[in-house]
């Protein structure tokens, strides 16, 4: 039995580590005992993206060793032909409308890295609604020095926070308060130049009323 996993935190490494050990499981993590291949090609924006696209490869190249035969075409078809909707997901341009989920702190600095890699702007109008059970804290602070301008909101899900709650993560810097997804895409649209970009995310629930009222429904 072979457990492949990618890149983590100590502790969470030592737990994965444990369980495989208790269930006679080989580990082999990436970027570790398996070697990051840089140049796959991936239509998924972020650096985590290849990090992910090289799990899934060496899942599969596990899973070649038990026998399953998985063709080298169709391992390019897939890896080049994945789509992850509201995830560093284009939706708009001039503006610029990126949507994706940061639900923690880790994946926050993630998606920062994204943008900083990825995009060119003038101004960045960050659109943010996070659940109450989340990493508020973590979230803002990771995200609070890419923004010029903050647009603070809540999904219909009645787990998100209110816009306030999230208000005073953001001392310093423009804001505004909205009550919806769609009034904060009203507000968002109003404020932001041709050249500057429009970052809808926290919740996925907010990354998904976003997304669904420019009519992308997959």
């Known amino acids: 039995m072979i ?7 100590k502790e969470a490494e030592k737990i994965i580590k444990n369980k495989s050990q208790k269930e006679g499981a080989r580990l ?28 899934a490869l060496a899942v599969i190249n596990a899973l070649r060793g038990c026998g399953v035969k998985i063709s ?7 890896l080049s032909n994945t789509r992850w909707p509201a995830r560093c997901e284009v939706i708009s341009e001039r503006p610029l409308v990126v949507i994706d989920g940061a639900q ?29 059970d989340k990493d508020i804290a973590g979230i803002a602070e ?18 998100a926070a209110g816009p ?15 009550d919806s997804v769609r009034e904060a895409k ?9 050249n500057d970009l429009i970052l809808v995310t926290g919740s996925l629930f907010v990354a998904g009323e976003y997304r669904y009222a420019y009519g992308k429904s997959n």
């Open 3 to 9: 457990v492949i996993s990618s890149p983590q935190a």
């Open 28 to 55: 082999r993590i990436v970027g570790k005992d398996i070697k990051i291949n840089k140049k796959l090609k991936i239509k998924l924006l972020g650096a985590y993206q290849i990090i992910n696209a090289n799990v």
């Open 72 to 78: 080298a075409q169709a391992i390019k078809k897939g």
């Open 104 to 132: 923690n702190a880790a994946s926050a600095a993630a998606l920062k890295k994204a943008v900083r890699d990825n995009f060119r702007y003038n101004k960045l109008i960050l659109v943010l609604g996070v659940c109450s």
């Open 142 to 159: 990771e995200l609070s020095g890419l923004a010029d301008k903050v647009i603070l909101t809540k999904s219909s899900n009645p787990r």
């Open 164 to 178: 306030q709650m999230l208000s005073g993560y953001f001392s310093g810097r423009d804001k505004y308060i909205t």
């Open 186 to 194: 009203k507000k968002a649209e109003s404020v932001a130049g041709r």
